[in-house]
């Protein structure tokens, strides 16, 4: 398995890819938004740009596309209209029978790699580690970092906003890294995984 292939596939375990017998579905994140395949956002120019949307065994319409993505948002204002402040606590299975937009799921997956390819991994190659460069690194601690990346965004995951981390991993002390690389409240299956995935590096680098 490639390094690529590695990382969707952690990805996809912690984001899935909701997907039925039609194809995959869009749905709504716990922020609201319109989300799409292995986590992807999108606004309605993108969705409606995504190429392969079909309702049964046709391709969906222009308009159709709109409607679609009009009602996940109106269910998402409902929601959170009901209850201010309020996380939307739907599994995206929810969202399966709100919408009849289907996508391929191969679309999902190499829209996945694409993201990888073009936008995440540069730019993990891109912050400044004082001792080490990301693809030196071993896979263990760039399986974290990724998956890092693509929960918060790249805009919110660099140097400048986690220090402790990227210090700790550019000196490879993958002990104290595990202990930085959390998010929220450092709870949850997620976190767990990443502490012990980037615990594994100290293992296999002893």
């Given at each position: 398995m490639s390094n690529i292939d590695?990382?969707?596939a952690d990805l996809i375990g912690k984001e899935g890819l909701p997907a039925d017998g039609g194809g995959a579905y869009a749905y709504l994140d716990s922020k609201g938004l319109?989300?799409?395949?292995?986590g992807e956002h999108l606004s309605l120019a993108d969705f409606a740009r995504?190429?392969?949307w079909s309702i049964g065994d046709r391709f969906a319409t222009h308009e159709e596309l709109g409607a679609a993505y009009a009602a996940l948002v109106e269910l998402g204002k409902q929601y959170q209209?009901?209850?201010p402040g309020a996380t939307v606590p739907y599994a995206a299975e929810h969202y399966a029978k709100f919408t009849v937009t289907r996508l391929p799921v191969a679309v999902c997956m190499q829209r996945a790699k694409d993201r990888l390819t073009v936008e995440f991994l540069p730019h993990l190659d891109s912050q400044v580690l004082v001792e080490a460069q990301f693809?030196?690194?071993p896979l263990a601690v760039q399986r974290v970092l990724v998956d890092l990346a693509w929960n918060v965004g790249c805009g919110g995951f660099s140097v400048s906003r986690w220090p402790l981390l990227f210090t700790a991993v550019s000196r490879r002390d993958f002990r104290a890294a595990s202990l930085q690389c959390v998010t929220g409240d450092g709870t949850g299956a997620r976190n767990t995984w990443r502490r012990q995935t980037m615990l594994s590096a100290v293992e296999a680098t002893s």
């Open positions: 590695q990382f969707l319109v989300t799409m395949g292995v995504v190429g392969g209209g009901e209850h693809n030196d690194l």
